[in-house]
């Protein structure tokens, strides 16, 4: 459900396949535990960078839901483990001592786009793709800590007010100029390219990782104070 590969410095971490990614505890496990060898590795390699992209249609479509079943509304069993991985998984990501990139190959909605933004930087492809937080439309009360993180990384209350009181699906264009993602390229080719790129110019600051990591957790307190 997901491969980790390096080149050079950088890592890339994909979910593989071609279908929507959901958030279930089996994909989540298999993130995490390849963000712990990103750890791991990062001992011996200080000076890093991460890439997490996806093949297919969808970067992620969020939770899953019919995993879930009815047990979303009804019981807390199967809803609270997803929604406690993926609040483990951001956390890591947080605490990561390298920079951190999502380059978001298709669609990323609710825990997906959560997941996407949880990086430092966000690239998109232009010919694909949309970020929407669907809460709204499926009867669902976005998650207090994704709200802290929306809050955190979208400046304008006014897009905030878009994405989540509205159920806007943002196309790559809205994103880029409401200041959402950092960039868009022509093709998942040239975006990939373009993280790499990127990383690479990250890396070559040689920041102390920890020390970085250290400064973005203070910047994301309030996040992690709702985790």
């Known amino acids: 459900m997901c491969t980790l590969e390096k080149r050079g410095k950088i890592f890339i971490l994909t979910l593989t396949g071609a279908g929507e990614h959901r958030l279930n505890p089996m994909l989540l496990d298999e993130v995490q535990s390849a963000l712990r060898r990103v750890r791991d590795e990062s001992i011996s390699s200080p000076s890093s960078a991460l890439i997490t992209t996806a093949q297919g249609k969808f970067f992620s479509n969020g939770y899953d839901l019919d995993w879930a079943g009815s047990y979303w509304k009804s019981s807390p069993s199967r809803s609270q483990l997803m929604v406690s991985k993926l609040e483990s998984l951001v956390a890591n990501l947080i605490s990561l001592p390298m920079p951190t990139i999502a380059a978001v190959s298709g669609h990323a909605s609710a825990g ?4 996407a933004l949880s990086h430092d930087y966000i690239l998109m492809r232009k010919d694909r793709g949309f970020l929407y937080m669907s809460e709204l439309d499926i009867n669902l009360v976005n998650l207090a800590w994704f709200m802290a993180l929306i809050e955190c990384k979208i400046g304008s209350p006014m897009t905030r007010r878009h994405l989540v009181l509205t159920a ?18 022509d093709s998942a080719e040239e975006m990939v390219k373009a993280a790499l790129s990127l990383g690479e110019e990250l890396e070559r600051g040689e920041w102390n990782g920890h020390v970085y990591a250290q400064i973005r957790m203070n910047l994301l307190s309030g996040v992690l104070d709702e985790i």
Request: proline share 0%; glycine share 10%.
């Open 168 to 185: 806007a699906k943002v196309t790559t264009k809205e994103a880029v100029e409401k200041g959402i993602i950092d960039s868009a390229q």
């Open 112 to 115: 997906g786009f959560i997941l």
